[in-house]
């Protein structure tokens, strides 16, 4: 599989506002509630996090964990932070002791199964992102099972990630990560109308990206529509000149 092996960043993966929380695009009013200086502090590190201040972020978060020790938001948070810092004893321990104190908790379960595949222990990530999909609670299971399909592509298993993926536009057909990689899951299968389909849905509902648009360019050359390759390959070269994806078009001498 040539790109969108990641799905998303795990820093976008936490995102709070007092006692509501959205975790790898869905939401839900959390129950558990904590006093208000652990939620300040909470939501001052993860705004830190998210901007790279990994230092301010560790201390506002630590404070955050002073005020109530059992808050499953900031261990969260604490598990995500410490990830980026390429500590993943301490990132597992945090992930470990948020499930500790809520063990189906479906937005620790995500954040703890991107962490697992990202260290390669796919079959623990892939159990812990279908637990969190099984939770009737969970208001977007379609997110955790597109991660479990995004970690078997990690894991070369693109057969395994085709399941997931189906499974997750099932539940919603409007997943983009979902719709990318069937259509270069379908590319690669040398399915090419399959591909151009799935692409079609991906762009009626996100934004072209440099690989999506190169992959379009492939597929529309397979198909021999020289129009629609060629608006792609104008958008390509003038909205990312830049992009490895235009160096590789200008390699390939199309037009």
Same mark, same amino acid.
């Given at each position: 599989?040539?790109?969108?092996?990641?799905?998303?960043?795990l820093?976008?993966?936490?995102?709070?506002?007092?006692?509501?929380?959205?975790?790898?695009?869905?939401?839900?009013?959390?129950?558990?509630r904590?006093?208000?200086?652990?939620?300040?502090?909470?939501?001052?590190?993860?705004?830190?996090?998210?901007?790279?201040?990994y230092?301010k972020?560790?201390e506002?978060?630590?404070?955050?964990?002073?005020?109530d020790?059992h808050?499953?938001?900031?261990?969260?948070?604490?598990g995500?932070?410490?990830?980026?810092?390429?500590?993943?004893?301490r990132a597992?321990q945090?992930?470990k002791? #948020? &499930?500790?104190?809520? %063990?189906?908790?479906p +937005?620790?379960?995500? @954040? !703890?199964?991107?962490?697992?595949?990202?260290?390669? *222990?796919?079959?623990?990530?892939?159990d812990?992102?279908?637990?969190?999909?099984?939770?009737?609670?969970?208001?977007?299971p379609?997110?955790?099972?597109?991660?479990?399909?995004?970690?078997?592509?990690?894991?070369?298993?693109?057969?395994?990630?085709?399941?997931?993926?189906?499974?997750?536009?099932?539940?919603?057909?409007?997943?983009?990560? #979902? &719709?990318?990689?069937? %259509?270069?899951?379908? +590319?690669?299968?040398a @399915? !090419?109308?399959?591909?151009?389909g799935?692409?079609? *849905?991906?762009?009626?509902?996100?934004?072209?990206?440099?690989?999506?648009?190169?992959?379009?360019?492939?597929?529309?050359?397979?198909?021999?529509?020289?129009?629609?390759?060629?608006s792609?390959?104008?958008?390509?070269?003038?909205?990312?000149?830049?992009s490895?994806?235009?160096?590789?078009?200008?390699?390939?001498?199309?037009k």
């Amino acid at each position: 599989m040539k790109v969108y092996r990641i799905f998303g960043p795990l820093i976008a993966a936490l995102v709070l506002s007092g006692c509501n929380q959205a975790t790898g695009g869905g939401s839900f009013d959390v129950s558990e509630r904590s006093n208000e200086v652990a939620e300040t502090n909470l939501n001052l590190g993860i705004a830190y996090l998210k901007r790279g201040e990994y230092e301010k972020s560790l201390e506002k978060l630590n404070r955050a964990l002073e005020a109530d020790p059992h808050y499953t938001l900031t261990l969260n948070a604490l598990g995500l932070l410490y990830q980026k810092l390429g500590d993943n004893t301490r990132a597992e321990q945090y992930f470990k002791q #948020a &499930l500790g104190i809520r %063990s189906n908790d479906p +937005y620790t379960l995500n @954040n !703890y199964g991107q962490f697992l595949c990202a260290i390669d *222990r796919f079959d623990e990530a892939q159990d812990a992102f279908m637990s969190a999909a099984r939770n009737p609670l969970y208001e977007t299971p379609e997110i955790s099972i597109t991660n479990a399909g995004t970690c078997a592509l990690k894991n070369n298993h693109p057969d395994i990630a085709e399941k997931f993926f189906r499974e997750a536009l099932d539940k919603d057909p409007k997943v983009p990560v #979902a &719709l990318i990689q069937m %259509s270069q899951i379908s +590319y690669d299968q040398a @399915n !090419y109308l399959s591909a151009r389909g799935y692409l079609q *849905r991906y762009i009626s509902v996100s934004k072209h990206s440099p690989a999506s648009l190169w992959l379009g360019i492939q597929i529309e050359q397979q198909l021999g529509d020289k129009n629609t390759l060629s608006s792609y390959a104008l958008l390509l070269k003038n909205k990312f000149p830049d992009s490895n994806e235009a160096k590789l078009l200008q390699e390939s001498g199309i037009k």
